[in-house]
């Protein structure tokens, strides 16, 4: 089945600590996006991707580093610099061919830090 | 920059009760709408969008939006709602000032009905 992958589902991490989120997609798709989720915001874009090697800064991207080298993967590491990573992250992929607009979730990943 | 607001955070309905919920966004030139559900536990998907044409779109379990350029605004509608529809919805428009495919989405409303 196509779809996106989202892994770990869960992290704890401590403060001071690099993570990364892994997303993996086998739709064939060209964009490829992060979202932040938190109670009572709701979804706001870190990173996104239109190509392989090329992507934009989104609306949040303070504290969070990306890389596309592969057009399946989209790695996003919330770093130390960020001031309250503790969310639930979001990765997301569209088919630019078809310009439809729906991006397809993944399950998320919730980050803890502690 | 462009936003999209949702007024209501928290619905509670009981069945059979109709739903409107309010969607607004900033950007005055052509856009594309959207609203999203997340079901408890679920994955986020698609509702409905708006890219052109007839105002009002249908989408699926019944719902249905309509886009008034004037006024902004692209409401959620469902006439009757079920214990089933309780998730949370969001709002979002794509391709607003500067180009490439991002969607921008409202903070949500957490819809809850009551048998």
């Known amino acids: 089945d196509g779809g996106i992958t989202q892994s770990p589902k869960y992290l704890f991490r401590k403060e001071g600590q690099n993570v990364t989120l892994s997303c993996e997609q086998n739709?064939?798709?060209?964009?490829m996006y992060w979202y932040r989720q938190d109670p009572g915001q709701g979804l706001r874009l870190i990173y996104y991707?239109?190509?392989?090697?090329?992507?934009q800064k989104g609306d949040i991207a303070e504290g969070y580093s990306v890389s596309r080298e592969k057009k399946e993967s989209f790695p996003l590491t919330v770093t130390s610099a960020q001031k309250n990573p503790t969310a639930f992250y979001l990765c997301?992929?569209?088919?630019?061919?078809?310009?439809?607009?729906?991006?397809?979730f993944g399950e998320g990943s919730r980050l803890t830090v502690l | 920059a462009q936003s999209v607001s949702q007024h209501n955070h928290h619905v509670i309905l009981s069945e059979a009760a109709s739903l409107e919920l309010g969607c607004n966004y900033s950007?005055?030139?052509?856009?594309?709408l959207f609203w999203y559900v997340q079901y408890p536990g679920q994955h986020l998907q698609l509702l409905l969008k708006?890219?052109?044409?007839?105002?009002l779109v249908k989408g699926i379990k019944g719902f249905e939006a309509e886009f008034i350029k004037s006024k902004f605004s692209f409401n959620l509608r469902k006439p009757s709602v079920q214990w089933s529809d309780t998730a949370e919805y969001f709002c979002?428009?794509?391709?607003?000032?500067?180009?490439?495919?991002?969607?921008?989405f409202g903070a949500g409303t957490r819809l809850a009905v009551h048998p």
């Open positions: 997301a992929s569209m088919s630019g061919l078809l310009n439809t607009g729906e991006l397809f």
């Open positions: 739709l064939n798709h060209d964009a």
């Open positions: 991707s239109q190509i392989v090697n090329d992507f």
């Open positions: 950007y005055g030139g052509t856009v594309n």
């Open positions: 708006y890219f052109s044409g007839d105002p």
């Open positions: 979002a428009v794509l391709n607003g000032p500067g180009g490439y495919n991002k969607l921008i």
